[in-house]
Antibody, heavy 122, light 105 residues
């Protein structure tokens, strides 16, 4: 059973950089046709995909966040990480990491972390 | 960018009811749609992928279908644990989610 666990600071000051790490266990982060994504959800609102990384290192980002987002992967530690720069209160949300399955036209998320709340406040 | 519009946005129902939620895509293939269930304070859970394929372990009272740009999620007989928020999702350049449908008692 694949498990994902987010970790990182729960409070970030405005204009600073939000950094989170997702640790994958119960399965290889390197094996299979998977992408590893970050998704966020402001309180009481819907889901917003932030970006993804493949074990090859290839990345894709949501165009609305692309200028501020960076995702990296460390296969030796079974971890992938998110950095979001110049944060504002609008970046306050629960951040999830998730495994994306891609086959043909299909792309969906079969495993999710429990989520971590990040609050942007001084 | 693609837009996924779910209807209704909220729904009140009773245990035992049959419920249908619709997701309309502004473009794309409805057969590539996924559905998720989210309970308060929890991560979304995959229910259905490729419009009609039930994820392993998901009760058979959940079903999905897709035609053209419309997809539907049906719960044949609501159980108490089904009251949650449901999201559709599709990939078009990048993953997009619907705005959610809140299913209430």
């Amino acid at each position: 059973q694949v498990q994902l666990q987010e970790s990182g600071p729960g409070l970030v000051k405005p204009s600073q950089t939000l950094s989170l790490t997702c640790t994958v266990s119960g399965g290889s982060i390197s094996r299979g046709s998977y992408h590893w994504s970050w998704i966020r959800q402001p309180a009481g609102k819907g889901l917003e995909w932030i970006g993804r990384i493949h074990t090859s290192g290839g990345t894709n980002y949501n165009p609305s966040l692309k200028s501020r987002v960076s995702i990296s992967i460390d296969t030796s530690k079974s971890q992938f990480s998110l950095k979001l720069t110049s944060v504002t209160a609008a970046d306050t949300a629960v951040y999830y990491c998730a495994r994306g399955v891609i086959t043909g036209d299909l792309y969906y998320f079969d495993y999710w972390g429990q989520g971590t709340l990040v609050t942007v406040s001084s | 960018a693609i837009q996924l519009t779910q209807s209704p946005s909220s729904l009140s129902a009773s245990v035992g009811d049959r419920v249908t939620i619709t997701c309309r895509a502004s473009q794309g293939i409805s057969s590539a749609l996924a559905w998720y269930q989210q309970k308060p304070g929890k991560a979304p859970k995959l229910l259905i992928y490729a419009a009609s394929n039930l994820e392993s372990g998901v009760p058979s009272r959940f079903s999905g279908s897709g035609s053209g740009t419309d997809s539907t999620l049906t719960i044949s007989s609501l159980q108490p644990e089904d009251f949650a928020t449901y999201y559709c999702q599709q990939f078009n350049s990048y993953p997009h989610f619907g705005q959610g449908t809140r299913l209430e008692i």
